[in-house]
């Protein structure tokens, strides 16, 4: 389809999206099984892995779809948020929904809510959400798509999520569990844990990975509450094979295709995943984890990019514990000795004071922006709140758009490397102007 197709039916999946824009985030799942019940619940018609988790759950989606394919099955991939385009979210195999397939997709959810009754007390209170929307358009799409298995991420929490609608998945996980979204989830490691683990469903295997020691005692609460077999795992252990970067765990040696050394966590988690499919009869050769796992791939997580033909280091690192991995990360591979330059811009519901203090060092440069098209936080503050922590910085500004702010870095700036981070919101904004 050409390109300028693309665009128009991009624009018609946002028209039809954009009323439901205002709605926000209403955790419950009545209204999301009362919208599937009407497409002829799509969700039951495959089996599902259903991932969550604070940081690395996307990563872990994206292991367990590359290797689910190599291994020949059809699978079908549901993550959020999308950087650019809303058919980011929904793929099968290795490639994303086509934009005329998600309107289709879109088109026949919204046809089925208008069939829904309403409550006439409150006429808004059956109209579902639009992440509600997105989510069952893409139930609707694996199951017209005939996939084999669905690989499915939590979107927020786990337990009143609109993606925990199946009774027996094959399989749950919970990667990571760390301070994030506590207005919705709860104040400490054990509520959002009780939220997350909420996805243990009774007889399905149950994989955690490196938990604190708070949030690991309700996963294992709750697991022995629903009889889900719980697995715990640690993470793999770092090889080098000729200079590249493998891991072991579980008796498999395996290349890392995706940077960080939260990887070894969370493909460890991927490869318990895929024995457990494994013991359930589902044919995964060795070969066939070891060849997905090197072929995986997970945009705008410390992934190297170009602004203007200059190089730059592109990453979310929207909550502290994303920001201390990023920080680890440039720390051993970015920094080589020198001060680097942050280009950032975070949303206000988020820690971005810890976030600031994992990232800066004295020297470094602090350039920050506006997120765009969303609630974020005051340029300015951040530059006064960065300096505060930091008074040693080499440069702190703000700025009043992205471009402008990419513009500077690479002025002034001699050798530092430069590196975009604080949101994936962002992070989209900066690859659509970078197209």
Request: contains cysteine; proline residues 6%.
């Amino acid at each position: 389809m050409c390109p300028a197709a693309d665009r128009q039916f991009h624009q018609q999946i946002q028209d039809r999206l954009a009323p439901f824009k205002p709605s926000g985030i209403h955790l419950g799942l009545d209204r999301m099984k009362r919208l599937l019940a009407a497409l002829d619940n799509p969700q039951d018609k495959m089996p599902m892995v259903h991932i969550a988790g604070t940081n690395g759950k996307g990563s872990v989606c994206a292991y367990l779809t590359s290797v689910l394919t190599e291994a020949g099955y059809r699978v079908g991939c549901y993550t959020s948020p999308h950087l650019v385009h809303w058919t980011e979210r929904v793929a099968v195999g290795r490639s994303p929904i086509t934009p005329q397939e998600l309107l289709t997709a879109i088109s026949t959810v919204l046809d089925a809510a208008k069939t829904l009754p309403q409550d006439f007390d409150d006429p808004t209170a059956g109209i579902p959400t639009l992440y509600e929307i997105v989510t069952a358009a893409a139930w609707w799409h694996f199951a017209t798509a005939g996939v084999d298995i669905a690989v499915m991420e939590v979107g927020l929490g786990g337990r009143l999520d609109a993606t925990n609608v199946c009774d027996r998945p094959a399989a749950t996980a919970v990667v990571s569990i760390s301070m994030d979204h506590q207005q919705a989830l709860g104040d400490t490691l054990g509520k959002i844990a009780g939220e997350k683990a909420g996805i243990f469903k009774r007889d399905s295997p149950a994989i955690v990975g490196p938990l604190p020691d708070e949030a690991l005692a309700v996963t294992r609460e709750i697991a022995e509450k629903m009889q889900a077999p719980l697995t715990e795992i640690s993470p793999a252990q770092p090889i080098d094979k000729n200079g590249q970067s493998h891991a072991e765990s579980q008796g498999i040696t395996y290349p890392l295709a995706l940077a960080g050394d939260f990887q070894l966590a969370n493909s460890a988690v991927a490869i318990a995943l895929l024995k457990s499919l494994q013991h359930q009869g589902w044919k995964i050769s060795d070969n066939a984890i070891v060849a997905g796992m090197g072929k995986a791939s997970w945009a705008g997580r410390l992934q190297w990019s170009q602004w203007k033909n200059q190089s730059l280091l592109i990453d979310g690192a929207h909550n502290p514990a994303a920001a201390q991995c990023l920080s680890q990360y440039v720390d051993r591979f970015v920094r080589k000795g020198n001060s680097v330059t942050w280009v950032m811009g975070i949303l206000t519901t988020k820690d971005y004071r810890q976030v600031l203090e994992a990232i800066l060092r004295p020297g470094d440069r602090l350039l920050t922006v506006p997120v765009p098209s969303h609630a974020g936080v005051d340029p300015l503050e951040l530059v006064k709140l960065g300096n505060s922590i930091c008074p040693d910085l080499g440069e702190a500004q703000n700025f009043g758009s992205l471009d402008k702010g990419l513009d500077r870095a690479f002025v002034g700036g001699g050798d530092r490397p430069v590196i975009l981070c604080g949101s994936l919101y962002l992070l989209g904004h900066f690859l659509a102007l970078s197209q």
